[in-house]
């Protein structure tokens, strides 16, 4: 099995209209042993800007954890919070560091840049940039999620609808991957207001 | 350093997708036409799908070449069965067929992924689903091929019969009707042919139910990037 399935992982980021939509699974595994069903993989960096890391569970928490410091750095240094399209080039930056020893994670980056126009993007684990206008998706998942993601989608959704679709195609793709599931956890993000849920799905 | 020596590859790889729905009085099976090799297509307009007996069709994804030898071989065994029991085979038996043939391939497999798809013994539609070496079940929908995991929860997500993943099994045939079952295969195989290099094309549809057989043509992408 390879490094990125150890821990087994989804992770989804969809475009809407003036909003975005983030959502993971919530297992941990250690190969085919679930170790926690409460994980976190997306995390908050500011109010519009999150950061989903899926992957080796320990380098997305380490990675994590050096992103907040570059960007409580940046915000005591410009005196205000960074733009998602500098967020992505920062972390990409810090994935290329290492090279030759690499973080084994796939980030998803999704906020609302200058104006909240919704933006997103993943990167490998060595930080080749991928924009994407729809959706991006990373974890063990990823074939299942594409698949979802690609039938289901339309431009242009207001927040309740992008809710929906974002949860009916995780929890479809996840009850296809063994390594991940154990429920869902969305963040829906609009200029106004971020509403988290967590879903309940099948729980295996 | 090993030696390195040319060695004799028996198998490739030729890509496709497959899909199978099972309905109450139908059944329809779906294959793009792309045939493949490595990064490059040596055909558009390549037939997945074959006729084994009167209403049950095989769809198959993998190495057409073994694709091939595996029909001749169900092909003979199906000429001898009617001979001795003047009768085609019920798709039940032929799925138990393919199955055994599989298996005794078992430790030089043919490389094919396969579906198969007719009418039980009731009347009602009925989907098998195979992997390489004879594994077979009897299910609602399936999916096999390059671009089968892009499909499944598609499938599992649309089609509103009781999934596969449902313990105890339950009867699975799907409660939409066959206008809108064809209308989730030709969506589903242009999802996959979106993100995945191998399905593209054209889509062959063939529909099986009391009147007949009726087969259907729907245009995919047939461009790898754009």
Known sequence: MSIFEYNGSAIVAMVGKNCFAIASDRRLGVNLQTVATDFQRIFKIHDKLFVGLSGLGSDAQTLYQRLVFRHKLYQLREERDMKPETFASLVSAILYEKRFGPYFCQPVIAGLGNDDKPFICTMDFIGAKELAKDFVVAGSASESLYGACEALFKPDMEPDELSEVVSQALLASVDRDCLSGWGGHIYIVTPDEVREKILKGRMD | ?226
């Open chain 2, 1 to 226: 350093m090993s030696k390195q020596q040319a060695r004799f590859e028996p198998y490739d790889f030729n890509g496709g997708t497959c899909v199978a729905i099972a309905g109450a009085d139908y059944c329809v099976v779906a294959a793009d036409t792309r045939m493949s090799t490595g990064y490059n297509i040596l055909t558009r307009d390549y037939s997945k799908i074959n006729k084994l007996a009167d209403k049950c069709l095989m769809a198959s994804s993998g190495f057409q070449a073994d694709v091939r030898a595996l029909q001749k071989v169900l092909g003979a065994k199906h000429l001898i069965y009617q001979h001795q029991h003047n009768k085609q085979m019920s798709c039940p038996a032929m799925a138990r067929l393919l199955s055994n043939t599989l298996y005794y391939k078992r430790f030089f497999p043919y490389y094919t992924f396969n579906v198969l798809v007719g009418f039980d013994e009731e009347g009602k539609g009925c989907v098998y689903t195979y992997d390489a070496v004879g594994s077979y079940e009897k299910v609602g929908y399936s999916a096999q091929g390059s671009g089968a995991k892009l499909i499944m929860p598609v499938l599992d997500n649309q089609l509103k019969s009781p999934s596969p993943l449902l313990l105890p099994a339950l009867d699975a045939v799907t409660p939409l009707t066959e206008a809108e079952a064809i209308d989730v295969v030709k969506d589903v195989f242009a999802s996959a042919t979106e993100r995945d290099i191998y399905t593209g094309d054209k889509l062959e549809i063939v529909i099986v139910n009391a009147d007949g057989i009726r087969r259907e043509y729907a245009e995919l992408r047939k461009r790898l990037i754009h």
